[in-house]
């Protein structure tokens, strides 16, 4: 159990465009979810805390305006690279915390997001 | 605020040969422990954490490792490694209290025949 998928695994999309990426928990109640980004050879940058029918809480330095999340219900919270640019392009990771098993996250396969 | 150090970017080693990853960490308060695996195009996958009492903590596919407040390390040991141990593997830390998760940089372990 605990599984998180992740759609696309991939995205192509040209300077401008708005990726829109999904994150669901397929098997349990994501209470929190977290949307992390990963650059080659680096760790995972936490980027923003999202709480289902909350707002999102981000981390410092990151554009909040930018980085639309939205945590719509407990097994889905998406991520939108908005008027994404070259330096956008990055792997983009979700996790979902279980809510009866704190201080365990549950992590999705990632997004390879490519900008043109 | 966290900080987690991975010692060793990339470490080799032969099959069934014995394998530790280093990880040291500061905070200034109480932490949560955990090492992360992650296989190509997969996503991370928990191998053990370390949140109170006994400081030695046995995880999954043979992995345990030993928290060491005096050192703050939290060093991660395997006795016999497996070609399928070839991974990414990532420390992290989080403040008790706080469920936010910090990570190192990473260690490559490439298990060769």
């Known amino acids: 159990g605990a599984v998180v998928s992740q759609h696309p695994s991939w995205v192509i999309c040209k300077s401008g465009t708005s990726v829109k990426i999904e994150c669901r928990s397929l098997?349990?109640?994501?209470?929190?979810m977290f949307w992390y980004r990963q650059f080659p050879k680096q760790s995972l940058m936490l980027m923003a805390t999202?709480?289902?029918?909350?707002?999102?809480?981000?981390e410092q330095g990151v554009e909040k305006d930018k980085f639309l999340i939205n945590h719509a219900s407990l097994t889905l919270s998406t991520l939108t690279v908005t008027s994404a640019h070259p330096e956008d392009s990055s792997f983009y990771i979700c996790?979902?915390?279980?809510?009866?098993?704190?201080?365990?996250?549950?992590f999705g396969p990632g997004t390879r997001l490519t900008v043109l | 605020a966290q900080s987690v150090t991975q010692l060793d970017s990339q470490v080799p080693v032969f099959e069934e040969a014995p394998v530790e990853l280093r990880c040291n960490y500061s905070s200034s308060v109480s932490v949560y422990l955990f090492w992360y695996v992650q296989y190509p195009n997969q996503g991370l996958q928990l191998l053990l954490k370390y949140l109170s009492g006994s400081t030695l903590v046995k995880g999954i596919n043979g992995f345990e490792a030993e928290f060491n407040k005096s050192q703050t390390s939290f060093h991660l040991r395997k006795p016999s490694v497996h070609i399928s141990d070839t991974a990414e593997y990532f420390c992290?830390?989080?403040?008790?209290?706080?469920?936010?998760?910090?990570f190192g940089a990473g260690t490559t372990v490439t298990v060769r025949a």
């Open positions: 992290a830390v989080s403040d008790r209290g706080d469920y936010k998760l910090s």
């Open positions: 996790s979902g915390e279980r809510e009866i098993v704190h201080n365990e996250q549950f």
């Open positions: 098997d349990f109640q994501a209470t929190t």
């Open positions: 999202s709480n289902e029918g909350s707002k999102a809480t981000y």
